[in-house]
């Protein structure tokens, strides 16, 4: 069984022993009944009043399942599970690494990394470096429309929990895209959409193989959409 699968399915029954348990708590069950009628109510009075009913049922039923042991628990795998999968392949990448020095002189460029939030990632006009992002959650913007892709495989990758992620490329540059999400939806040039439900997804512009202006696009998220854009 594939570990996204695993997950999927510990994520499920974890899912039902907690309504289970809300079911057979009789406190459980009053906090759920009285957040329905504070619902009932809210929609009555024409969704009048909405930061008081509204809110007031949204918390009751977060503390419904914030203090249940088997949405916890679920929470905490979902964590963890994270975690492991994302250092198993950093490890896969770096298990056979040949380097090789010479007389010239090494060049290092650190950048610090922003976790959270929504960041734009641009690139100046003289030349393009290749694109390493990691992220918990946030949208993410790169524009690459001022930037020469010339000469090489010029490579973008974006690696997140959460959150939309928007790649903006020049007219006169080909694309390569792969994407792998739980839950999602790639829109590629303008052209047309795909949702993904835990699948891998690859597509290229037509002359993408031919082309020397070209730049490989490579996603990998949970949930959120990812859209790429020709200016």
């Known amino acids: 069984m594939r570990k996204v699968q695993f997950f999927l399915l510990v994520e499920s029954v974890l899912f039902v022993l907690a309504c289970f348990d809300v079911i057979t708590s009789e406190m459980a069950r009053a906090m759920l009944l009285f957040a329905g009628i504070l619902l009932v109510i809210w929609y009555v009075l024409s969704?009048?009043?909405?930061?008081?009913?509204?809110?007031?049922?949204?918390?009751?039923?977060?503390?419904?399942?914030?203090?249940?042991?088997?949405?916890?628990?679920?929470?905490?795998?979902?964590?963890?599970?994270?975690?492991?999968?994302?250092?198993?392949r950093y490890?896969?990448?770096?298990?056979?690494?040949?380097?090789?020095?010479?007389?010239?002189?090494?060049e290092a460029k650190k950048e610090k990394t922003q976790w959270f939030g929504s960041q734009n990632h641009s690139q100046d006009s003289y030349g393009f470096e290749d694109v390493n992002i990691i992220r918990l959650f946030g949208n993410d913007v790169v524009d690459l429309d001022e930037t020469v892709l010339v000469g090489r495989d010029n490579i973008v990758v974006v690696r997140k929990t959460f959150g939309k992620t928007k790649i903006i490329v020049p007219i006169d540059v080909e694309v390569s895209l792969s994407v792998s999400s739980i839950y999602g939806r790639v829109h590629f040039l303008g052209l047309s959409y795909w949702d993904l439900r835990n699948e891998s997804f690859a597509i290229a512009s037509p002359y993408y193989k031919?082309?020397?202006?070209?730049?490989?696009?490579?996603?990998?998220?949970?949930?959120?959409?990812?859209?790429?854009?020709?200016?």
């Open 210 to 231: 031919d082309s020397h202006k070209r730049v490989k696009l490579v996603v990998n998220c949970l949930f959120g959409d990812v859209e790429v854009v020709r200016v």
């Open 91 to 106: 490890e896969k990448r770096n298990q056979y690494t040949h380097i090789i020095l010479d007389d010239q002189t090494l």
């Open 47 to 88: 969704r009048q009043m909405t930061s008081i009913f509204l809110s007031s049922a949204i918390l009751l039923i977060f503390l419904v399942f914030a203090f249940n042991p088997y949405f916890l628990l679920g929470v905490l795998f979902m964590i963890v599970y994270m975690f492991i999968n994302f250092f198993s």
